[in-house]
């Protein structure tokens, strides 16, 4: 597929790190580490130790023991992901933010009014620096596919536009795990075929790929083999579900320690919900096990809700429904989200016809934190615990 090169995808460097790199003008250059029991991000400094997203702390140290490990503040990553996408909306008609760091932008129609895409490219990056203080790396091209795989090769800190017409020229040299959709697996798949390149995945035909990788992906993957994208970039919907995960470390932690992290993530979920007036009816429990498994817990409840107790009490079961799983395997992780999600504003009322008191109250200590900090008011069982910022569940 070839086309004009308008599409623009724009990813933050390190975003974590680099917000704190910023902030604290000492830790420029130097080893960053955001997150403790698991790596949330990670500078280039530390990157280059071979630390990686969502590796142990543990193993992170061992790797670069001269690192400077740092909990993370989500309050403060999140007003620089709205300082950036106010940028992203003031270069671009069309955006369609893919997580907190990273979104597409349509620069269609734009060459006479604000220049080529290169130029707009070129200035976004220009305009995130001054205006924010980040790095940013953009990938200019005819897909969305290309742009996102365009700005992962240039990163960090980067720009790179592929031409139309030299889009495969760009693409068949590249490593398979440049194709959205192979992760270990299969790769490890691929290569035990002899299959290292997008090149040598093109060149299969689909039916080959469908043999060793499956239907899905077979044919998911040629196709981008082939650049072959038609996706335009759109406005993201409202989000399907809104969630936060707590990493709890490699030591073992007692059901009072766990409630207490569970209790922290529905108080931060129900938050952000009634935030965004949004109400839901499934509640998802998400763990993960001292040996790497995993496991979901759901329960939907009759009517849609914001309400903390209503939530706290529905994950509240479901972890006890999990907790011989946890006594066996310990707990590294727990995550919380709320799907099936509506308008607050139109949650029918349940007889008879008032508000529930406890969401009375819970829109009361919404807004003593809106006027006077989230650290305002925290639940008893919270204080003089080391519980450390949740992390919201990115992309939904």
Known sequence: MSGD?????????AFYASVEQRDNPRLRGRSVIVGGGVVLAASYEAKACGIRTAMGGGQARRLCPQAIVLPPRMSAYVEASRAVFAVFADTAPVVEALSIDEAFLDVSGLERITGTPIEIAARLRRDVLARVGLPITVGVASTKFLAKVASGVAKPDGLLRVAPGSELAFLHPLAIERLWGVGAVTARKLRDEAITTVGEVARLTESDLVSIVGRASGRHLHALAHNRDPRR???????ASIGAQHALGRSRKS????????????????????????AGRTVVLRLRFGDYTRATRSHTLT??????QTILATARALLATAMPMIERRGLTLVGVAVTNLGSNAAVQ???????????ALDTAIDDVRERFGSGSLTRAVLLG????????LLPD
């Open 255 to 278: 059901a009072a320690e766990i409630d207490a992290a569970l209790l922290g993530l529905v108080d931060r979920v129900t938050r952000r919900m009634r935030a965004s007036q949004r």
């Open 349 to 359: 009322l349940v007889l008879p016809f008032e508000r529930d008191p406890g969401l």
């Open 385 to 392: 615990r080391d519980h450390r910022p949740s992390v919201p």
């Open 303 to 308: 009517h849609a809700t914001a309400h903390t």
């Open 5 to 13: 090169a308008t599409i623009l995808h724009a990813d933050l460097d």
């Open 233 to 239: 970039v759109r406005p993201r919907r409202r989000r």
